[in-house]
């Protein structure tokens, strides 16, 4: 193979895939002018299909200059950030396995693609770098397109649009108490943002009303989880407003005691409910790490409670290490016994109805049946079944990946 350069653009978010589902990397002049052609009809305001385009002005530029000069387009999924790099990476992978690359010209349309440099340095030089600076009408770089534009971003409506207009109904609603419960939503608003929870919730109702669509019995689990921990809560509470207040951190402790075991009961029924989503979409190699983070669950309940016991002098100093060592051996018993649901390393029953892909994703199939004996798999292709043993896969992101 001779040494290229490529001229390489990057759609870091994948415009170009949730617009036109046109997967990448795309490789070659022709294959590049027509998912850019695809990506402008589509999206007629995309910046990405003009990068793509002035990375083919590029690409007849550069032809002038160097011997053997080739052009391609990198994606990374739809929200930018670990998993985007990482697909970026795997395409990279792909190139490398096909080309011998001696540079790299980056055509970039602005600082998030442009992120990506460190990926591309791994794996060779960049001779070049270009931003495309689109020119637009002045309607179009008007304050009021900007936000507008802005707030189609969910979780940019949500605080600027949403927790406004909880807080008038509150002041309209709650008369004399309308300044604390301001100041309450406001308080929980910013925590949970602060502490990334909110995200975490968003995904759980996600997964609830999906379940309920589906008419999976998961639903009684998440709904179970959801309500938990507002009896805790509700028995801490009565505990708290019963004290005394002669030492309002022994109070205090009193009352998390009754809330921790249904925060524990919460987790644990929110990952039963998983367990029981997975068995579903054939998924049951990931049920080994449900049960473990089951058991850590348990564990750190226990280790809590001991030590709230301990500080209210109900029980003696021993028994907080001996919760500590019981929940140590407890994990390194689950660790064990999760083993056997990675089908990373051996070939059984749960890999009956796992996708099978290439190593560019494009799915061939779903595994038929599995010999156990040869450590193979087989899956219908072409209406042919077709047999791998285990050195020609591997398992990667829910989905068999067969090696080239």
Not at 86 to 91: D, L
Not at 162 to 173: D, E
Not at 284 to 298: E, P, R, T
């Amino acid at each position: 193979m001779k040494k290229k350069i490529f001229v390489v653009c990057v759609d870091r978010d994948n415009d170009l895939g949730r617009k036109t589902k046109v997967r990448g990397p795309v490789i070659g002049k022709e294959n590049t002018l027509a998912a850019a052609q695809k990506l402008i009809l589509a999206d007629p305001t995309e910046s990405d299909a003009n990068t793509m385009f002035a990375a083919i002005k590029k690409l007849d530029e550069a032809k002038k200059e160097f011997k053997n000069v080739e052009i391609a387009t990198l994606t990374g999924v739809g929200k930018i950030g670990l998993k985007s790099d990482k697909e970026i990476s795997r395409q990279l992978d792909l190139l490398q396995k096909n080309y011998i690359i001696d540079g790299w010209i980056l055509v970039t349309d602005g600082a998030e693609d442009a992120q990506v440099t460190p990926l591309l340095q791994s794996r060779a030089k960049i001779i070049s770098t270009e931003q495309v600076i689109i020119r637009q009408a002045q309607a179009v770089e008007s304050t009021f397109y900007t936000i507008k534009e802005v707030l189609k971003d969910p979780s940019v409506s949500r605080l600027v649009l949403g927790i406004p207009g909880l807080l008038l109904l509150a002041f309209v609603a709650l008369g004399q108490y309308s300044l604390q419960a301001i100041a309450l939503i406001l308080g929980a608003y910013l925590l949970l943002k602060g502490f990334g929870i909110e995200d975490r919730i968003i995904r759980s109702f996600r997964v609830i009303t999906t379940s309920i669509s589906e008419q999976r019995i998961s639903v009684v689990m998440y709904v179970g989880a959801l309500l938990s921990p507002f009896f805790g809560i509700w028995l801490a509470y009565l505990q708290l407003v019963s004290s005394a207040f002669v030492d309002i951190g022994i109070d205090l402790i009193s009352a998390s005691r009754l809330l921790l075991p249904f925060l524990a009961l919460a987790g644990i029924l929110l990952l039963v409910g998983k367990a029981i989503d997975c068995l579903y979409d054939r998924k049951a190699y990931k049920l080994g790490k449900y049960l473990l983070q089951g058991v850590s669950i348990i564990a750190l309940w226990a280790i809590f409670d001991a030590g709230t016991l301990v500080f209210l002098s109900q029980a003696g100093l021993e028994w907080f290490p001996a919760n500590i060592m019981a929940s140590l051996v407890a994990l390194i018993v689950t660790m064990q016994i999760s083993n056997v649901f990675d089908i990373r390393e051996r070939v059984t029953n749960a890999l009956i109805g796992v996708n099978v892909s290439d190593e560019e994703g494009n799915i061939m199939g779903r595994v038929l049946t599995v010999n156990k004996r040869k450590q193979s798999i087989i899956f219908v292709k072409n209406n042919k079944e077709v047999e791998r043993k285990k050195k020609q896969f591997i398992l990667k992101q829910g989905r068999i990946t067969l090696l080239a």
